[in-house]
């Protein structure tokens, strides 16, 4: 094929650094039937056309969307919106349950890092009682976020400052568990005292219900997996920095 034949179409090479692959992955679609080059030039060079670039991207993109190769070897040319989306919703979905349990297994580390704190060897019965702690906060935590329990538990009137109060806190307390503040560190400490003065975790979850009464089913109709998972959390550490607290000034007295 001359060089007018081939104006425009790109080697293996220059399609996979157009694309963001490797040439062994689109030698693999080759090899799977789902990737042929438009045409071969002098000594055999593969060469290919924009229209299999963008076959090429149609592939990385089902296939991130947990879609397998036969399915996308089979569905092309009558993918439809409605499945892209359907698609989309269900990826989502599996990034919120393991953002959740990303955030669950942060927390009873972070629980676990404290206990260990000045320790000079582990105490394998009092880690487990931690991770069972933890567990069951996190039970309790979700029964109120989801509106499932806490029947015996007042729902407050919140005045416009106790809600910006309880904002601000929460966000100064996930911005110290992101730079690694440990429960038992005086800024723990301190955003525990504004926790205690906001009634603690008794206040907090009947805020919880109160939200979970303003929806329809669960947390899904207020917020998504994940943002349940970090107002878990940060009511865990919260507690967690209480608690230390009071067994701090218990020790003292």
Not at 236 to 251: G, I, K, Y
Request: charged share 25%.
């Amino acid at each position: 094929m001359g060089e007018q034949g081939t104006r425009g179409l790109m080697t293996v090479g220059e399609l996979a650094s157009r694309v963001g692959v490797t040439v062994r992955t689109i030698q693999y679609y080759d090899q799977r039937g789902l990737l042929h080059p438009t045409c071969k030039g002098e000594q055999n060079l593969r060469l290919y056309s924009p229209a299999d670039e963008e076959r090429l991207n149609r592939i990385i993109t089902l296939k991130y969307l947990g879609f397998s190769l036969s399915q996308i070897q089979e569905g092309e040319g009558s993918d439809s919106l409605a499945e892209l989306t359907d698609a989309l919703a269900h990826r989502e979905a599996e990034l919120e349950r393991e953002s959740a349990k990303i955030l669950r297994d942060m927390n009873v580390v972070q629980g676990l890092r404290a206990h260990l704190a000045n320790r000079e060897q582990a105490n394998w019965s009092e880690l487990a009682a931690t991770v069972g702690v933890a567990q069951d906060r996190e039970d309790m935590l979700w029964s109120a976020i989801t509106g499932e329990a806490l029947e015996e538990c007042p729902i407050p009137e919140l005045s416009r400052e106790e809600v910006i109060c309880w904002h601000q806190l929460m966000g100064d307390t996930i911005e110290a568990m992101h730079d690694g503040v440990l429960v038992t560190d005086d800024r723990a400490k301190a955003l525990a005292i504004r926790f205690s003065s906001l009634g603690g975790m008794p206040h907090a979850l009947a805020g919880l219900k109160r939200l979970a009464c303003q929806r329809s089913s669960g947390p899904k109709q207020y917020g998504r997996d994940f943002y349940a998972g970090i107002q878990r959390r940060t009511l865990s550490f919260l507690q967690d920095a209480l608690d230390c607290s009071h067994a701090n000034a218990n020790t003292q007295a």
